[in-house]
């Protein structure tokens, strides 16, 4: 039992991550995902780095099965129950446009259709008093057209069930009596206890549609797991960055929705940790480019940049969820020509054909062939070798271009990189500006195979002097979720105008969410000294939307004298940090209570790595400012003392470029620091 | 200049737009701003021309700069000095109504001037006769504080004057002047990005890198025009009313000229300047007319200070889309909405690939106050609606979508809606059938229900009766809205415009929006689609 074990299954590989408690080893390994019957893959990837399941202390997991559904939208056919005059909210989705220019706007279509929704008859007012009793007999009727038509789940989402979930929990009753075991049954106030019917709506569909899928897999995971004898609980990465377990995550399915991504952010707290010592409260931006990718997220003061919403698909859901921002496409991005100027991206060359290098038939240079041509990616060492890299196609695809554009084919393929650098650079600029903070505040934590070979660029631009590539480039977010915490939020809807604030209803609420945390806790099996609750309250100025959550002392502190000025205070101060200013004498609003359980597990030190290989150098020519340079390559594992760029470091899955006038070292935590002058 | 500097410079200078907006949106006081997105903000260069802009409303498209512009017409290039920010809401300058405020400020790089940082955003009041805006104001000065080109900052100080004029006119104070200093921080955010971008690259870089930006998409507009074929294009339709007079119907004709690489809109074949408050000044008309023609022509090309240089609008002065003082703007954009729409339809015939047949077409606006029983304080409520739009060769016109000119305007969630307010939503439904016929059929309108929970002021303001959505190809038109107080009682009325009406608790207000035009044929839709809308019951038949 000295094996705690992450895995982290994506859409190609599963990557497996593994520590062990005696000798502070820490391995990581990857092995092909089987999507037929994914357990094969994950004990493929585990039989790499434990023998014996038996031997495993801890495991987590990050999963896509729901993601995956939702994307092939092959989830389960459900039938959604609405208020009586309100079936259609779903259909009209707030009606809004995300594109201006297109007369041609459809919205995403919706994962029931029209013909699938039913009303129940009942009403209840804005506070969650009824006014028209519940009619039993059309949730009946639901439950009779579910059964006949054999649908698999039942989404119920009622107005107001937020304030007042009693009419959605007397549907429950019914349905789940008259559906038993078979059915899913999910009601808007358990997957979201907050307000706007749309959006409640939209949970509990996803969750209704995406549930069984996740459900079934998860069971499947830990029966194989028990066969094979493990003897812990299988721990399930949440979209929010905490942990919980499978148990838990069968009731609460779309927790998991983007459970594996988040692993890398979770990564970048735990690295800040690391790098910053405990308590720190370390700033990261944390980026993940692959070869069609870039995922950027932020931590902030040491925790991981978490929205209580998010849109996926176009389609909102209200959860805790890791903020991760797409942007552009990384690799792949194609350069052209429009009327003599110099475009990249956000065009994508994919997978297929590809980059002109990938030798599959792409011909239009893509941000990997520039950085062939300028030899910065080793076509020898690419994707640990596994891949052969055509640099002749690459090279003739940033020829033909520079031909359009009249330009040094070396010179066009360090602009592509260039004009690719300055954009992830922006858009990172622009993220970091929502916060109200300049992210010279940050270091730039790089990972996926491609990150390191841009970020030294990309945190130039930004200011930023320090760019981390923790070990496993390619297999953090795995590490991520192996230092992540669990975690369980609640909420409790709780609109006030600071005129009708009972402070001692509302510390009393509070005292109610941390009882509840602390058995959902315990129910998740962390011992009483590893337990934490955070509070929190959302507040903003009245006739102001957008919120900011302010956080609590704990749970007394609104019972004490003088509160409403301290929260007003603690508002503004939060006001001007985020937005530049505030009102202080304006009147505030309070709208949601926020409680979050945390439960951490032992952690010990890493060991380093093992001691250095033989430095097996080679010298390649790659440029940097239109110049050649003649520049070292050489192997992570080897890497000790400083290295001054130009300098090139291979692994198995990433490849990290020092470009000249940067130093790298290797810190205890066996992360390559890069410092980055301006 | 080196297309890779270029490339960077420009990209920075969309980016700093972003960011300017990302300021705006995110530090507004009111949902007006945040949630409808109803601003926009501009990054200009010295002599007036967009460098970079992020719009939240399509209608603000490519005017901004006429601000700065009249201020520097006005008072002379040495008027700009560093720390300044200037308010202006003029509504014969701007375009719009006066809740519409522009704040602008010069950018100085080294004590010399390098551009402007502009925003524009709608303020939930600006001291109108009725809270919000009315909808029978018959002239300017009924519609609140009016202000011409004044500093609102000055080296870098607030101007308490002008605040105090502000505050003392306006109904909700605290909320106007967060807006004020949210668009103040979007300037200064646009300064300190310029300011940043010039330090890099050097400002003769950036002029250098700008000239070539603005000829590049000029190039590109001039590429896509040339595409259409030379001709004279008409499309005609009407205004229902100006809101006062409601039988006289408001044409607007719209001709646009393709000759080789530009295109010349005639817009001074409409009905002059209205009672009503149906005016704008022709800024706005001239930004309505890029809108129509960046839906259709170009929606593919970045929007810089080359967009329009191929593209000419002539207005008439005194006319509706040119008004002179003091008529009424109120409602600037209802004949707006309509004129775009009759860009793509004189269009459409040359531009089968892009156009789509017309939408529900205005923002169907809801409008209630009064004292709010339970707290006895004094609310407005003021909503616009979803609607049906057009039908294109190859789909079907979306369903219950916010109208053209409303760009990212979400409906207000019911529980918000009764959580702030007395009233509750009977019902909130698709209104099937009301799309039109056709190959490709338009989408339906939407059926909202109100319940009044308190006495209240109603005011409505539902347009496109005279001139529904029309079809394309052979398709259908889609119904027109209908508006019923208290339906299928006694005494119960049908409105469609009306200010300030006296209702009483338990009144209903059945509001129905139009549907969109179809396209092509009805008899040569699908077995399959018919089938499909059946099922779904979006069809009646």
């Not at chain 1, 990837?45 to 014996?52: M, Q, T, Y």
């Not at chain 2, 979803?386 to 529980?415: F, K």
Request: charged letters at 20%; hydrophobic letters at 40%.
């Amino acid at each position: 039992m000295s094996y705690r074990v992450a895995m982290d299954i994506g859409g190609t590989f599963t990557d497996v991550v593994c520590y062990d408690e005696r000798t502070g080893a820490v391995t990581a390994s990857k092995a092909p995902t089987t999507p037929g019957d994914l357990a094969e893959g994950v004990f493929a990837a585990l039989g790499r780095v434990v023998d014996d399941p038996a031997e495993i202390s801890f495991f987590v997991h990050g999963t896509t099965q729901g993601l995956n559904a939702l994307l092939e939208r092959k989830g389960a056919r459900v039938l959604l129950l609405a208020s009586e005059g309100g079936g259609d909210v779903y259909q009209i989705a707030r009606g809004n446009r995300d594109r201006m220019f297109d007369l041609r706007y459809r919205k995403p279509v919706p994962l029931v259709p029209r013909q699938d929704v039913m009303e129940a008859g009942g009403r209840l007012d804005y506070l969650g008093r009824e006014f028209v009793p519940l009619d039993e007999a059309s949730v009946r009727a639901a439950a009779r057209r579910a059964r006949e038509e054999g649908f698999d789940a039942v989404a119920v989402c009622l107005l107001f069930a937020y304030a007042n979930p009693a009419h959605e929990a007397r549907a429950g009753e019914i349905l789940r009596e008259e559906l038993g075991e078979g059915v899913l049954v999910v009601l808007s106030h358990e997957v979201a206890r907050e307000w706007r019917e749309y959006e409640r709506t939209s949970s509990a569909v996803l969750e209704a549609y995406t549930g069984p899928v996740v459900r079934r897999y998860l069971a499947r995971v830990e029966r194989r797991f028990a066969e094979r004898g493990l003897a812990v609980p299988v721990h399930v990465m949440q979209s929010s960055g905490g942990l919980v377990n499978a148990s838990y995550a069968m009731r609460r399915p779309l927790q998991t929705l983007l459970s594996g991504p988040v692993g890398g952010t979770m990564g970048g707290v735990a690295a800040t940790r690391l790098l910053r010592g405990e308590g720190a409260r370390g700033n990261a931006i944390c980026i993940d480019m692959g070869g069609t990718s870039f995922d950027v997220s932020l931590v902030v003061n040491g925790r991981p940049d978490v929205s209580a919403e998010a849109r996926i698909e176009g389609y909102p859901v209200l959860m805790p969820i890791v903020n991760l921002h797409t942007i552009g496409a990384g690799g792949g991005s194609i350069a052209y020509a429009e009327a003599g100027a110099l475009r990249v991206g956000p065009e994508s060359a994919g997978a297929v054909p590809g980059p002109a290098c990938y030798g599959r038939g792409g011909t239009r240079p893509t941000v990997t062939d520039a950085n062939v041509a300028l030899g910065r990616v080793d076509p020898a060492w690419f994707a640990g070798g596994l891949m052969e890299l055509d640099a002749e196609a690459a090279g003739e695809a940033v020829a033909t271009l520079a031909g359009e554009l009249d330009l040094d084919p070396l010179l066009l393929a360090e602009g592509i990189c260039d004009v690719a650098n300055a954009k992830m650079a922006q858009a990172i600029r622009t993220l970091t500006v929502e916060h109200g903070i300049e992210p010279r505040e940050f270091a730039l934590v790089a990972f996926g195979g491609a990150g390191p070979m841009h970020a030294a660029f990309i945190a130039r631009e930004l200011g930023i002097s320090e760019v981390v590539v923790p070990r496993f480039p390619g297999a953090f977010s795995a590490w991520g979720m192996l230092e992540a915490d669990v975690r369980r939020d609640l909420t409790h809807p709780y609109f006030r105008p600071q005129d009708t604030l009972n402070r001692h209803d509302m510390s009393r609420n509070f005292g109610l969410l941390e009882e509840e945390a602390l058995t959902a806790l315990s129910a998740q099996g962390v011992p009483e000294d590893r337990r934490r609750v955070e509070h929190a309250v959302d507040m903003r100025y009245e006739g102001q939307d957008y919120t900011l959550t302010i956080p609590l002392r704990d749970a007394a502190e609104p019972a004490e004298p003088g509160f409403l000025e301290t929260i007003a205070a603690r508002y503004a101060e939060a006001h001007t940090a985020r937005y530049g200013h505030a009102t202080p004498e304006a009147p505030v609003e309070f709208v949601m209570l926020r409680s979050t359980g945390f439960g951490s597990f032992p952690r010990t030190a890493a060991a380093p790595a093992q001691a250095p290989e033989e430095r097996a150098e080679r010298v390649r020519d790659v440029i940097f400012d239109g110049a050649v340079h003649s520049t070292p390559v050489l192997r992570r594992a080897g890497l000790d003392g400083e290295l001054a760029g130009p300098a090139i470091v291979v692994e198995e899955t990433a490849t990290t470029v020092i470009p000249p006038g940067c130093v790298a070292t290797v810190d205890p935590n066996g992360f390559l620091i890069v410092k980055v002058n301006p | 200049m080196d297309p890779v500097t270029t490339e960077i410079i420009r990209c920075a200078l969309l980016q700093a737009a972003e960011d300017m907006n990302t300021t705006l949106i995110r530090s507004s006081y009111t949902p007006v701003i945040y949630e409808a997105k109803d601003c926009a903000v501009a990054l200009l260069d010295r002599d007036h021309n967009v460098l970079g802009q992020s719009s939240g409303l399509p209608i603000f498209l490519g005017n901004l700069e006429v601000c700065t512009r009249e201020t520097e017409r006005r008072y002379g290039r040495e008027v700009w000095e560093e720390g300044d920010v200037w308010v202006l809401n003029d509504s014969y300058i701007g375009g719009t109504h006066l809740n519409d405020v522009t704040v602008y400020g010069p950018i100085f790089v080294d004590g010399e001037l390098a551009g402007f940082a502009a925003s524009r955003a709608h303020w939930l009041d600006v001291g109108s006769k009725d809270p919000g805006g009315s909808m029978d104001s018959t002239s300017i000065f009924q519609e609140g504080l009016r202000m011409g080109p004044v500093k609102v900052y000055a080296g870098g100080e607030p101007c308490r004057d002008l605040h105090e004029v502000i505050a003392g006119n306006v109904r909700f104070p605290h909320a106007t002047l967060g807006d004020l200093r949210a668009q103040v921080s979007c300037a200064m955010t646009g300064q300190r990005r310029l300011k940043e971008i010039v330090a890099r690259w050097g400002l003769e870089t950036v002029l250098a890198a700008r000239d070539e930006i603005f000829a590049q998409t000029e190039r590109m507009e001039r590429t896509a025009i040339a595409a259409i074929p030379d001709g004279i294009y008409q499309a005609s339709g009407h205004l229902d009313n100006d809101g006062i007079d409601l039988d006289v119907p408001l044409p607007v004709n719209v001709t646009i000229a393709v000759a080789g690489e530009s295109m010349h809109v005639d817009l001074t074949d409409c009905a002059d300047q209205a009672t009503g408050p149906v005016n704008c000044g022709a800024a706005q008309a001239v930004a309505a007319v890029r809108v129509g023609y960046k839906l259709l022509v170009s929606s593919d090309v970045p929007l810089n200070g080359g967009s329009f240089r191929p593209l000419t609008v002539e207005t008439r002065p005194g006319s509706m889309l040119a008004a002179e003082s003091p008529a009424a703007c109120q409602y600037y954009y209802s004949h707006l909405g309509l004129l775009i729409d009759l860009v793509v339809r004189a269009l459409a015939p040359v531009l089968p690939e892009k156009a789509a047949a017309a939408s529900y077409g205005d923002s169907m606006i809801v409008q209630f106050t009064g004292t709010d029983p339970r707290t006895g304080k004094v609310y407005v409520s003021q909503e616009a609606t979803v609607g049906g739009w057009g039908a294109w060769e190859g789909g079907d016109g979306e369903d219950c979508l916010i109208n053209n000119v409303n760009g990212a305007l979400r409906d207000m969630p019911i529980e918000v809606l009764e959580t702030l307010f007395p009233v509750r939503v009977r019902r909130y439904e698709v209104r099937p059938g009301t799309g039109g016929a056709g190959q490709w059929r338009g989408g339906n309108g939407v059926v909202r229900e109100y319940e009044f929970c308190g006495d209240t002021s109603l005011s409505l303001w539902f347009e496109r009766s005279v001139t529904p959505a029309w079809g394309l190809a052979g398709g259908g038109a889609g119904a027109p809205p209908r508006v019923t107080l208290n339906p299928g009682r006694r005494g119960s009325r049908e409105l469609l415009k009306v200010n300030a009406l006296p209702v009483r608790a338990g009144d209903v207000l059945r509001c129905e929006t139009g549907g969109g035009g179809g396209y092509g044929p009805a008899e040569r839709r699908s077995a399959e689609a018919t089938a499909a809308d059946l099922a779904r019951g979006m069809t009646t038949g």
